[in-house]
């Protein structure tokens, strides 16, 4: 039995959802969470085995959840209605991203391919992430390689940083791979000094 808590800030949603699993010979509805507080709360006491978390919400988002998640147990399949944070999803942790579209036996496959430990990306995320990927990494840096970059100057390991950001260990090693391209270097050590050169960190 696949154990389910469903996430989202609208309680027509959330009962649109349960009735998308009621039919289920293998999926239990565990409990509904309105933000992304209640959610890690609610999670600790029923110990699902799968969220559905939507990331919008008033109050700690989808995204911050998720993060606190990491380590419970529980994967997270994100249902959302925008495609546009596809990235820092995944990157929080993250086991796949569908869109509300989505219709119901699309989204109870879904359920059980996460609780399989597979990726379950709607098209639409897909593409956003392909994108991403093939972005020549040129160019300022982004918000979060900063963040990553201060962490490493301040002698943070990757594993730390990671925990620090709520991201994990993969994504830091790809946010200094960009990083290393940006600033035209080969490693963490030379990354620092030539950041502190171009006056993108300060003593």
């Given at each position: ?16 959802l349960r009735a998308a699993f009621d039919g289920q010979d293998d999926v239990e509805v565990a409990g509904e969470a309105a933000d992304g507080a209640q959610a890690i709360e609610l999670a600790a006491a ?158």
């Amino acid at each position: 039995m696949i154990r389910l808590l469903i996430v989202d800030d609208h309680p027509i949603v959330r009962d649109g959802l349960r009735a998308a699993f009621d039919g289920q010979d293998d999926v239990e509805v565990a409990g509904e969470a309105a933000d992304g507080a209640q959610a890690i709360e609610l999670a600790a006491a029923t110990r699902p085995d799968v969220v559905l978390m939507d990331l919008r919400m008033p109050g700690m988002d989808g995204v911050t959840a998720i993060g606190r998640l990491r380590g419970s147990g529980a994967r997270v399949l994100v249902l959302t209605t925008f495609d546009t944070d596809v990235l820092p999803a995944l990157e929080a942790g993250a086991s796949g991203y569908l869109l509300k579209d989505a219709p119901p036996e699309e989204l109870v496959r879904a359920v059980r391919a996460t609780h399989r430990g597979e990726t379950v990306l709607a098209p639409a995320a897909a593409g956003r992430l392909a994108e991403h990927v093939r972005r020549p990494a040129r160019g300022a840096l982004s918000d979060r390689e900063l963040q990553v970059l201060r962490l490493v100057a301040g002698g943070a390991t990757n594993r730390e940083a990671a925990a620090s950001l709520f991201i994990s260990e993969a994504s830091v090693k790809t946010h200094l791979v960009h990083i290393y391209a940006k600033l035209d270097v080969a490693d963490r050590a030379a990354a620092v000094g030539e950041a502190y050169r171009r006056g993108i960190l300060s003593a």
